[in-house]
């Protein structure tokens, strides 16, 4: 059963298929947000079914809606089956995993402190008389941000290019974003979506492991998802897209 208890089932054109359900030809629209997250669960439980059912799922977003009936769905299936099918090949037996690494504030704020550089200008400032010791000051805390984000793109880089050789695909994401609640006060360095198969996943959960065990590192592994970052938008004929 999915959404409001409508009856899910099947499309099937060849060798695939889509699982809908009936609705109207409009957006799903509420004021009530524990009945919009009602919608969402239950869409994303569909998916997990039907990804036990079938094996390999093209995860769509909520809120994807044909306007038509059963045979619309059938001949847009036959219109983006070549890109279906490829589609469904690249994602057979993977799932989507996000991977957090945050480091210690005090681990990127504390190294470039040492610095000669830096040291230099800090027995300056102590030198100077007021008014140039703040303009040295505001050039020393420039100075320094700018080193912390250097050494915080340094380990995010190499980092990912160690998760990049573990997993089928990858896609970096904003590392602006809220801090969980569980890291907070320390700095994400490295937010990624990961695409692996089942057989891979045990090289990278090992990896980030490591990771997690040094000082100053944590790490946020989550999944296995369906794999909506790779998915992307479906459809060439007359400029529709179907995400």
């Known amino acids: 059963m999915g959404i409001e208890d409508s009856h899910v089932y099947t499309v099937p054109i060849n060798d695939i298929g889509a699982v809908v359900h009936r609705c109207e030809a409009k957006p799903y629209k509420t004021e009530d947000k524990e009945k919009a997250g009602e919608w969402i669960l239950t869409h994303q439980y569909v998916i997990d079914l039907a990804t036990k059912e079938f094996g390999t799922v093209i995860p769509l977003t909520f809120d994807t809606i044909f306007k038509g009936d059963d045979e619309t769905v059938k001949q847009w299936l036959r219109g983006e089956y070549r890109q279906l099918k490829t589609m469904l090949e690249k994602l057979e037996g993977k799932a989507e995993y996000g991977v957090q690494v945050f480091v210690e504030n005090d681990f990127v704020e504390k190294a470039p402190e040492e610095k000669e550089e830096i040291q230099r200008l800090k027995k300056e400032i102590e030198n100077k008389p007021k008014g140039a010791a703040y303009l040295l000051q505001k050039k020393l805390e420039r100075k320094l941000e700018l080193e912390r984000k250097v050494l ?9 290019n160690q998760i990049k050789k573990l997993v089928d695909d990858v896609k970096l994401d904003s590392t ?24 891979k996943i ?42």
């Open 152 to 160: 915080a793109d340094k380990h995010a880089k190499n980092l990912y």
């Open 176 to 199: 602006r974003k809220e801090v969980p609640e569980k890291w907070k006060g320390k700095r994400m360095i490295l937010n990624l979506a990961c695409l692996a198969h089942k057989d």
């Open 202 to 243: 045990q090289n990278l959960g090992n990896m980030l492991g490591e990771v997690n065990k040094r000082e100053g590192f944590a790490v946020r592994f989550t999944g296995p998802w369906p794999p909506y970052s790779f998915v992307g938008e479906i459809g060439r004929s007359k400029g529709e897209k179907v995400k």
